[in-house]
């Protein structure tokens, strides 16, 4: 995956958000970048299991993608454990 043509970039953008959602114990991680530049990520650590993951995702993370990153067509998270 690491050599995916975007995989920088994404890690870039992620890298972005990544404070925010470390400061509270979080991180996000790259699952699968398909043929399709979909792009699936799991969050993990705290945010797994808080109330505002869901906005989290959609606000912060797929935000920082969308942004930094457009070739990425769909961003979808992945629910680890």
């Known amino acids: 995956m690491e050599n995916h043509p975007l995989y ?5 953008a992620l ?3 990544r404070p925010y959602l470390v400061a509270d114990g979080g991180n996000v991680e790259i699952v699968e970048i398909t043929t399709a530049n979909v792009l699936k990520l799991a969050l993990v650590g705290n945010c ?10 959609r606000a912060g993370v797929e935000e920082a993608i ?4 457009p070739e990425i ?6 629910k680890v454990g």
């Open 66 to 69: 969308r942004r930094d990153v």
């Open 48 to 57: 797994q299991s808080c109330n505002m993951s869901a906005m989290t995702f």
């Open 15 to 17: 890298d972005s958000i």
């Open 73 to 78: 067509t769909a961003v979808e998270e992945i």
């Open 8 to 12: 920088s970039r994404i890690q870039t």
